[in-house]
């Protein structure tokens, strides 16, 4: 089975600008949820998507914004870009929900850097 | 929001065990412990999570104390392909894990 994919790889981007990260969860994974990564400040929640709903969100400001489509894919967006903005952004994919008993699986990330 | 603490880091030599420690000071009685770790260069992958009871899967053990307050990720020998960031976490119906700022363990040859 495929693991969870997310794209592009690698961007660079400019303040001001916005952008728009993918991520495909593993097939028949109904719950997807989203990660910033930075060395300050370790792991942290940005959003969980399940059936096209949004059933929980993380401290981060209204630019971050996100949505899942009928197949489960789901795109985050970054509007008004950030120096602060630059980091690795995980997506995770569980059958059912983010917490409790399933087990997350998470894609190799997209590097988002912001000059 | 939950909250995990871990040491920094810690070390180990190759093919001993090791014991990785985690607070959950705001721990829910319906919170499922889990734990997972972060090669370099790689998102974090699954270890093991649990409730109550110890846990044993082909990777680690886990022990959960009896006050559920603190649990230990296990490794029984530890090789150099163990070196990560091993994260504790717990989650229970807020559709949420919420991730600390790990362990990084180093595994000495």
């Known amino acids: 089975k495929a693991g969870v994919t997310q794209t592009p790889r690698y961007l660079i981007k400019t303040r001001g600008q916005q952008v728009t990260l993918s991520c495909s969860p593993i097939s028949g994974h109904r719950s997807v949820s989203w990660y910033q990564q930075t060395p300050g400040q370790g792991l942290q929640f940005l959003f969980e998507?399940?059936?096209?709903?949004?059933?929980n969100k993380g401290n981060f400001p209204g630019r971050f914004s996100g949505r899942q489509f009928s197949n489960s894919r789901s795109e985050m967006n970054v509007s008004t870009l950030e120096l602060g903005d630059s980091a690795l952004y995980l997506c995770?994919?569980?059958?059912?929900?983010?917490?409790?008993?399933?087990?997350?699986?998470f894609g190799p990330g997209t590097r988002l850097t912001v000059l | 929001d939950a909250k995990t603490t871990q040491p920094n880091s810690m070390e180990s030599n190759e093919e001993e065990p090791v014991h990785l420690p985690c607070n959950h000071s705001t721990i829910s009685g319906t919170d499922y412990i889990h734990w997972y770790r972060q090669l370099p260069s790689q998102g974090p992958e699954y270890v093991i999570h649990g409730l109550t009871s110890n846990v044993n899967n082909r990777m680690a053990s886990l022990a959960i104390a009896e006050d559920r307050k603190s649990s230990t990720l296990i490794l029984h020998r530890a090789t150099l392909r163990d070196a990560a960031v091993y994260y504790c976490?717990?989650?229970?119906?807020?559709?949420?894990?919420?991730f600390g700022k790990g362990t990084l363990l180093t595994v000495n040859p």
């Open positions: 976490t717990q989650g229970g119906s807020n559709y949420k894990l919420t």
């Open positions: 995770a994919s569980s059958l059912w929900t983010a917490s409790s008993t399933d087990t997350q699986y």
């Open positions: 998507y399940f059936s096209e709903t949004q059933r």
